[in-house]
């Protein structure tokens, strides 16, 4: 059973640049949540993908926006970065049914300089 | 969003000893509370849940204990270990599914030999 992989890691980027992060959720979920995490505080909810349709979204702008694909894996994209968006941006996969847990990847730290 | 209120925001316990943490939450539509364990460097993995219709669940040395009036619910940790030393995070999620959850700002539990 492979688990839930983020990439990148890390990176460092500019106010006003865009960014794209990318997950790939575990084999056999259709569900992929983002959360950012910024320091010191629990992970806020972004958005969620199932089979391809985004299905809940959280207080965030419009600047930030998601993709699923055909093989479920997700990317999240943020457009004219600001300062405070510098946080821990972790996403999740699951089955999508009622009170299945959420499987956590190892984030991308994003810092906005 | 509704808040998930947690604390203490860190707790220092002996080896041995019992930990304690606490969280209220205000959204009566939350059908749903995970406690999430999360280790430096790692996403959060899921160490035990809850559903309202009962007031205590028990895994191990974990223990969920819930009040349904008071909108209070608390994560025992029996027989604490050093292993057990990290940040754990609370939270509340609707009935109609889990993904997503209102996370509380999280415990930075250390255990001290």
């Known amino acids: 059973e492979t688990g839930v992989t983020q990439s990148p890691t890390h990176l460092i980027k500019t106010r006003g640049q865009q960014v794209t992060l990318r997950c790939s959720s575990q084999s056999g979920h259709n569900t992929v949540s983002w959360y950012q995490q910024a320091l010191g505080q629990g992970p806020q909810f972004i958005f969620q993908?199932?089979?391809?349709?985004?299905?809940g979204r959280g207080n965030f702008p419009p600047r930030f926006s998601g993709l699923q694909f055909p093989n479920y894996s997700s990317e999240l994209n943020v457009n004219a970065l600001e300062l405070d968006d510098s946080a821990l941006y972790l996403c999740?996969?699951?089955?999508?049914?009622?009170?299945?847990?959420?499987?956590f990847g190892s984030g991308t730290q994003l810092s906005v300089l | 969003q509704q808040q998930v209120k947690q604390s203490p925001q860190s707790l220092i316990v002996q080896k041995g000893g019992i930990s304690i943490i606490n969280c209220a939450y205000e959204?009566?539509?939350?059908?749903?509370f995970p406690w999430y364990q999360q280790f430096p460097g790692k996403g959060p993995a899921l160490l035990i849940a809850?559903?309202?219709?009962?007031s205590e669940k028990k895994e191990g040395r974990f223990t969920i204990s819930f009040n349904k009036s008071a909108k209070q619910f608390s994560l025992h940790i029996m027989d604490s270990q050093p292993g057990d030393s990290a940040t754990y995070f609370c939270a509340g999620g609707p009935n109609f599914g889990n993904e997503k959850l209102t996370f509380g700002t999280g415990t930075r539990l250390t255990i001290i030999p």
């Open positions: 993908y199932y089979r391809e349709e985004e299905n």
């Open positions: 999740a996969s699951s089955t999508g049914l009622i009170n299945e847990k959420l499987f």
């Open positions: 809850i559903r309202p219709d009962v």
């Open positions: 959204n009566t539509a939350f059908d749903y």
